[in-house]
């Protein structure tokens, strides 16, 4: 644990530091002036001075950036540029959908892939397993967007079971709410729950071929025994560390698939800030993912050692 | 002119086998699955006569004679836009992967020059695999704007550090085998061993990685074509046709039919093809 703290901590930390200047500079880096578009196509040059003295993009970059970092540190982003209100409060709004869309369909990775993966190394019924198998390879072959498409025409044209789209508080109106995550939800979840499947699968068949599951066989222990007491605490380390790097590809996936089923989150307001041109709101969402993705990971590997004491941080 | 080559004999072994593993059946569902829809999109001039971009009287038109797959909801030919549409989704990953390879195979070398390269190297690439995906891809439109280059750049840039690893990792391993070490001993200099022994010999697994790449590059396409931040219209591409049918579903789901069925086909080709040579290589 010390040298997790020494060692991978300030790591991490690192990497934040080197993605938040990266972002920072790639912003600057914007071919026109965001006080010039702000000010609107008849300002004299003394309001668009005013504008850019108001927001601070007069100062030198290099202070203009520590500043940003105290107002990150603080909590208090200041005013958004185009879309209108305060920073924080559209990214604690969007914040608030998505983590709701990633935590369910996180839940319903885990949901569709263990007894996947264990149901496919129980030796039963082989051709269903290799239909299992076929199943996970074109999940994972199909983009997003395409699997979305498929689901609303096939629940929501086609059956007519559950909205193609939208979105209700999950406070005021649960069941209501729950109908409209579904379908985002599991198409977020598939390409995810396959690659999970996949190496949950080939842990536990390298688990079930060691020699400690060899000799509990031999005295006889029986097989569902073997696979949940032996081969499945020895296969869920790596999946852990999977299913971690899974949730960047939840974040970055639910981008798009906010924007197929008009799911009110952080992918839509990125998307509005990038088309708007709105500073603060993108390099305060990149910066937030990218903390998120490192802190997720951090955890994962904190997670991966509690479950396989084997592993210490030298 | 006789040239004599014998020392390369497990390059060309391994080789042999990425040939072995795309005559299985997953390798040659694979190569016919991409082969289809690439010739469709290389023919598409003389499979149909249409304009992808010419607006029509009819929009929303059921199939007919004129118009084998319909019209869009402007009124343009849809077998003609999925067609061209293949064609763009083609010429952006066959520049944007190789590039990505490039890149990430030159960073690899230097990284094989000197510890402090290494370092350096390793870095950048953890930085950019510390924006999942497509954020990166949002990261690059906000400074460029949406449009075909700036699609390529994503797609070329989020795979840099994958094609990197890779090479690195077998350069880490080929340098220290004896014919590297027999190279130096006969006086090669650093640069000649790492270029003439060492890289052709650390190359054949970017094969498989490329076929993953191609993939991912009609991810990425299509996924800034749905947020209105790809190819800028009226291009067609397959991700824009995808997008540009969901408001019809309900109504004219033969819209999305045919661009789904292209896509789908495409990528999992592409999968095919990897899991093929990669089990090739590996056997």
């Given at each position: 644990?010390?040298?997790?703290?020494?060692?991978?901590?300030?790591?991490?930390?690192?990497?934040?530091?080197?993605?938040?200047?990266?972002?920072?500079?790639?912003?600057?880096?914007?071919?026109?002036?965001?006080?010039?578009?702000?000010?609107g196509?008849?300002?004299?040059?003394?309001?668009?001075?005013?504008?850019?003295?108001?927001?601070?993009l007069?100062?030198?970059?290099?202070?203009?950036?520590?500043?940003?970092?105290?107002?990150?540190?603080?909590?208090?982003?200041?005013?958004?540029?185009?879309?209108?209100?305060?920073?924080?409060?559209?990214?604690g709004?969007?914040?608030?959908?998505?983590?709701?869309?990633?935590?369910?369909?996180?839940?319903?990775?885990?949901?569709?892939?263990?007894?996947?993966?264990?149901?496919?190394?129980s030796g039963?019924?082989?051709?269903?397993?290799?239909?299992?198998?076929?199943?996970?390879?074109?999940?994972?072959?199909?983009?997003?967007?395409?699997?979305?498409?498929?689901?609303?025409?096939?629940?929501?044209?086609?059956?007519?079971?559950?909205?193609?789209?939208?979105?209700?508080?999950?406070?005021?109106a649960?069941?209501?709410?729950?109908?409209?995550?579904?379908?985002?939800?599991?198409?977020?979840?598939?390409?995810?729950?396959?690659?999970?499947?996949?190496?949950?699968?080939?842990?536990?068949?390298?688990?079930?071929?060691?020699?400690y599951?060899?000799?509990?066989?031999?005295?006889?222990?029986?097989?569902?025994?073997?696979?949940?007491?032996?081969?499945?605490?020895?296969?869920?380390?790596?999946?852990?560390?999977?299913?971690?790097?899974?949730?960047?590809?939840?974040?970055?996936?639910?981008?798009v698939?906010e924007?197929?089923?008009?799911?009110p989150?952080?992918?839509?307001?990125?998307?509005?800030?990038?088309?708007?041109?709105?500073?603060?709101?993108?390099q305060?969402?990149?910066?937030?993912?990218?903390?998120?993705?490192?802190?997720?990971?951090?955890?994962?590997?904190?997670?991966?050692?509690?479950?396989?004491?084997?592993?210490?941080?030298? | 002119?006789?040239?004599?080559?014998?020392?390369?004999?497990?390059?060309?072994?391994?080789?042999?086998?990425?040939?072995?593993?795309?005559?299985?059946?997953?390798?040659?569902?694979?190569?016919?699955?991409?082969?289809?829809?690439?010739?469709?999109?290389?023919?598409?001039?003389?499979?149909?006569?249409?304009?992808?971009?010419?607006?029509?009287?009819q929009?929303?038109?059921?199939?007919?004679?004129?118009?084998?797959?319909?019209?869009?909801?402007?009124?343009?030919?849809?077998?003609?836009?999925?067609?061209?549409?293949?064609?763009?989704?083609?010429?952006?990953?066959l520049?944007?992967?190789?590039?990505?390879?490039?890149?990430?195979a030159?960073?690899?070398?230097?990284?094989?020059?000197?510890?402090?390269?290494?370092?350096?190297?390793?870095?950048?690439?953890?930085?950019?695999?510390?924006?999942?995906g497509?954020?990166?891809?949002?990261?690059?439109?906000?400074?460029?704007?949406?449009?075909?280059?700036?699609?390529?750049?994503?797609?070329?840039?989020?795979?840099?550090?994958?094609?990197?690893?890779?090479?690195?990792?077998?350069?880490?391993?080929?340098r220290?085998?004896?014919?590297a070490?027999?190279?130096?001993?006969?006086?090669?200099?650093?640069?000649?061993?790492?270029?003439?022994?060492?890289?052709?010999?650390?190359?054949?697994?970017?094969?498989?990685?490329?076929?993953?790449?191609?993939?991912?590059?009609?991810?990425?396409?299509?996924?800034?074509?749905?947020?209105?931040?790809g190819?800028?219209?009226?291009?067609?591409?397959?991700?824009?046709l995808?997008?540009?049918?969901?408001?019809?579903?309900?109504?004219?789901?033969?819209?999305?039919?045919?661009?789904?069925?292209?896509?789908?086909?495409?990528?999992?080709?592409?999968?095919?093809?990897?899991?093929?040579?990669?089990?090739?290589?590996?056997?």
């Amino acid at each position: 644990m010390r040298t997790f703290l020494f060692k991978r901590l300030p790591s991490a930390l690192a990497v934040l530091v080197a993605a938040s200047f990266t972002v920072f500079l790639m912003l600057r880096l914007i071919p026109g002036d965001p006080a010039t578009t702000l000010a609107g196509p008849d300002a004299s040059p003394a309001t668009i001075a005013a504008i850019r003295e108001r927001l601070g993009l007069d100062a030198p970059l290099l202070s203009q950036y520590v500043h940003w970092l105290g107002q990150v540190l603080a909590g208090d982003l200041g005013p958004s540029y185009a879309i209108g209100g305060q920073v924080s409060e559209l990214i604690g709004d969007g914040l608030a959908a998505t983590v709701q869309l990633t935590v369910a369909s996180l839940l319903l990775v885990v949901v569709l892939a263990v007894p996947t993966a264990l149901y496919a190394v129980s030796g039963r019924r082989r051709a269903l397993a290799g239909a299992l198998r076929a199943l996970t390879t074109g999940a994972l072959a199909v983009p997003p967007f395409v699997t979305g498409v498929v689901l609303v025409l096939v629940f929501a044209v086609g059956l007519g079971l559950l909205p193609a789209g939208g979105h209700a508080s999950l406070f005021d109106a649960p069941d209501l709410a729950v109908q409209y995550l579904a379908l985002p939800a599991l198409c977020l979840a598939l390409p995810s729950a396959a690659i999970l499947a996949r190496y949950l699968q080939d842990g536990l068949e390298r688990a079930l071929g060691e020699d400690y599951v060899r000799t509990a066989t031999a005295l006889g222990v029986p097989r569902r025994r073997i696979l949940w007491r032996h081969a499945l605490p020895n296969a869920l380390p790596s999946a852990v560390t999977v299913l971690g790097l899974q949730i960047g590809q939840l974040i970055a996936g639910a981008v798009v698939v906010e924007r197929i089923f008009a799911w009110p989150g952080l992918g839509q307001l990125i998307e509005q800030g990038v088309s708007r041109r709105d500073y603060p709101v993108v390099q305060d969402l990149l910066l937030l993912v990218v903390a998120g993705y490192v802190a997720v990971q951090l955890l994962t590997d904190l997670l991966y050692s509690w479950l396989d004491p084997r592993v210490r941080w030298e | 002119m006789t040239t004599i080559s014998f020392p390369l004999a497990a390059g060309s072994r391994s080789r042999n086998r990425y040939v072995a593993g795309l005559r299985t059946w997953r390798g040659v569902t694979g190569l016919v699955l991409v082969g289809t829809v690439a010739l469709a999109g290389l023919l598409a001039p003389w499979l149909t006569d249409a304009d992808p971009d010419a607006q029509g009287p009819q929009a929303l038109a059921a199939p007919s004679g004129d118009h084998p797959l319909g019209t869009d909801d402007i009124g343009r030919d849809l077998l003609s836009r999925v067609l061209h549409g293949i064609l763009t989704d083609l010429s952006i990953i066959l520049t944007a992967v190789p590039a990505g390879a490039l890149i990430g195979a030159a960073l690899a070398l230097l990284a094989g020059t000197s510890r402090a390269a290494d370092l350096v190297v390793q870095r950048l690439f953890d930085l950019v695999l510390s924006f999942p995906g497509l954020i990166l891809g949002l990261a690059v439109t906000a400074i460029l704007g949406p449009g075909r280059w700036p699609v390529v750049i994503i797609i070329a840039l989020a795979e840099v550090p994958y094609f990197g690893r890779q090479l690195r990792a077998g350069v880490l391993v080929q340098r220290e085998r004896e014919y590297a070490l027999a190279a130096r001993v006969g006086g090669a200099g650093r640069a000649r061993v790492l270029l003439r022994h060492v890289l052709p010999n650390a190359v054949d697994p970017l094969i498989v990685q490329g076929a993953v790449a191609l993939s991912v590059g009609v991810f990425i396409e299509g996924a800034l074509s749905f947020l209105g931040l790809g190819v800028r219209p009226p291009e067609p591409t397959l991700g824009s046709l995808i997008s540009g049918s969901v408001a019809y579903l309900d109504t004219d789901p033969v819209l999305a039919a045919a661009p789904l069925a292209v896509t789908t086909a495409l990528v999992l080709g592409f999968t095919l093809l990897a899991e093929a040579l990669n089990r090739g290589a590996r056997s």
